[in-house]
């Protein structure tokens, strides 16, 4: 299975990097209401920091996210399109969503081959995504010291640049360099 298409189903909601029941579902290759059953057969290996519920408005703000990534991406997965017309829209349960930690959970509770290579595959997406991040946190961090010292070299220019225009009433000098007189009495011949 293709990393970036794990990659693209993983969300940030609450602080926590996520992925949606439905998507594992469908990566499992088992129903969604299946895949919930199987956790809340087992909640207590779901605490909250492993998986949560949406409310009513991460839901509408998220399937409007996929809608827009979908326009913007020209991608129109049949999966999306499946999540957006009925787990979103119709369902009265919200979804659960699972972190890192649930989803390597779910592994223990769904046992069959699929879902074990399958949990492997997003083992590696989570990870992949993680070395993503700390490498733009680098990069984020080599920015601001440029930023700092290219501040400090550039200080005194402003500076001097500032005084130079807050000079308003410069006194009129005399001219440098070879000034020929006119004589403004020329009626005098």
Request: proline share 1%; no cysteine.
């Given at each position: 299975m293709?990393l970036?298409?794990i990659q693209?189903?993983i969300?940030?909601?609450?602080?926590?990097?996520?992925?949606l029941?439905?998507?594992?579902?469908?990566?499992?290759?088992?129903?969604?209401k299946?895949?919930?059953?199987?956790?809340k057969?087992n909640?207590?290996?779901f605490?909250?920091?492993?998986?949560f519920?949406?409310?009513?408005?991460?839901?509408?703000?998220?399937?409007?996210?996929?809608?827009?990534?979908?326009?913007?991406?020209?991608i129109?997965?049949?999966?999306?399109?499946q999540?957006?017309?009925s787990s979103w829209?119709g369902?009265r349960?919200?979804?659960?969503v699972?972190?890192?930690q649930?989803?390597?959970?779910?592994?223990?509770v769904l046992?069959?081959?699929?879902?074990?290579?399958?949990?492997?595959?997003?083992?590696r997406?989570?990870?992949?995504?993680?070395?993503?991040?700390?490498?733009?946190?680098?990069l984020?961090?080599?920015i601001?010291?440029?930023?700092?010292?290219?501040d400090?070299?550039?200080?005194?220019?402003?500076?001097?640049?500032?005084?130079?225009?807050?000079?308003?009433g410069?006194?009129?000098?005399r001219?440098?360099?070879?000034?020929?007189?006119?004589?403004?009495?020329?009626?005098?011949?």
């Amino acid at each position: 299975m293709d990393l970036k298409i794990i990659q693209s189903k993983i969300y940030e909601i609450r602080g926590f990097r996520v992925m949606l029941d439905s998507d594992l579902a469908s990566l499992y290759q088992v129903e969604t209401k299946a895949l919930k059953q199987a956790v809340k057969r087992n909640i207590d290996r779901f605490p909250e920091d492993f998986m949560f519920e949406l409310t009513k408005e991460e839901t509408e703000f998220l399937r409007s996210q996929i809608v827009s990534l979908e326009k913007e991406t020209g991608i129109n997965s049949n999966l999306r399109s499946q999540i957006v017309t009925s787990s979103w829209g119709g369902s009265r349960y919200q979804n659960f969503v699972f972190t890192e930690q649930g989803v390597a959970m779910l592994s223990s509770v769904l046992r069959s081959d699929i879902a074990v290579k399958v949990n492997i595959q997003i083992m590696r997406a989570f990870v992949l995504m993680r070395q993503m991040i700390s490498g733009y946190e680098e990069l984020l961090k080599r920015i601001e010291e440029l930023e700092e010292s290219t501040d400090a070299q550039f200080s005194e220019v402003y500076k001097a640049l500032t005084q130079i225009l807050s000079k308003q009433g410069i006194e009129k000098r005399r001219p440098i360099g070879y000034v020929q007189e006119t004589n403004q009495n020329t009626d005098n011949t």
